[in-house]
């Protein structure tokens, strides 16, 4: 799987737009891109996933470069449950896949 | 829906010991089942994956092992627990034959402080 690259935190006020980036520069083209977060003592949750296209859910939008080299999460409007630490991993498909997943980007929304 | 549980979610064992924890799947049949830990200030890293009952996959040489007596059931053991094996451990599933479109979906972890 590709490595990433993440910062190692963010701020962002309460009800902005909060914009987490993610460098993959040596991502393969049957790779995915994944984004997890990990709020403070709890399970990682599932964020979106996309593969070349722009994707958007109930919970955040997914901008991937043409290159595929990097990708950008968007929260819309950030509340400060939001805060939490964001994960950007890209994996191959396939039954039996598995995930490292890095540091990640600590988020911090402020009110 | 699916819901994945795991227990206990603390512990407090001491070195030496035995360590069972255990986590159960509803909702789906014969998922990809997967251990992560989590030590402080790092990343998850990836313990063991199973495919099915019985088959199980160590991705790091550890002092802990991994069971899956039942299609839903996955287990994490340690005969004799050391104090490295503190940490925050987490379970986690996903639909097999599904991967390229399957998130894995985690419990709330097990914080287990070895003394």
């Known amino acids: 799987d590709a490595k990433t690259t993440q910062p190692t935190s963010m701020d962002c006020a309460e009800g902005r737009a909060a914009n987490l980036p993610c460098n993959h520069s040596?991502?393969?083209?049957?790779?995915?891109v994944y984004w997890y977060r990990q709020i403070h003592s709890q399970g990682p949750q599932y964020i979106i996933h996309?593969?070349?296209n722009n994707e958007t859910n109930e919970m955040a939008s997914l901008i991937i470069t043409e290159d595929r080299k990097s990708s950008t999460l968007i929260l819309p409007h950030a509340t400060l449950r939001d805060t939490a630490v964001y994960y950007c991993?890209?994996?191959?498909?396939?039954?039996?896949?598995?995930?490292?997943f890095g540091k990640g980007t600590l988020l911090t929304v402020n009110p | 829906s699916q819901t994945i549980h795991q227990w206990p979610a603390t512990l407090v064992q001491p070195v030496g010991s035995p360590l069972s924890l255990e986590c159960t799947v509803e909702g789906t049949s014969n998922p990809n089942l997967y251990w992560y830990r989590q030590a402080a200030g790092r990343g998850l890293q990836l313990l063991f994956y199973s495919v099915g009952i019985g088959q199980i996959s160590s991705e790091v040489p550890q002092n802990l092992s991994a069971s899956r007596p039942q299609d839903r059931q996955f287990i994490l053991s340690s005969k004799k627990l050391l104090l490295s094996d503190s940490g925050f451990y987490l379970c986690?599933?996903?639909?097999?034959?599904?991967?390229?479109?399957?998130?894995?979906?985690f419990g709330n972890g097990t914080r287990l402080t070895v003394t």
């Open positions: 991993i890209v994996r191959v498909g396939g039954s039996n896949y598995k995930l490292t």
């Open positions: 986690a599933w996903s639909p097999i034959g599904q991967g390229v479109g399957s998130p894995l979906h």
């Open positions: 040596t991502i393969s083209g049957n790779e995915y």
């Open positions: 996309g593969l070349k």
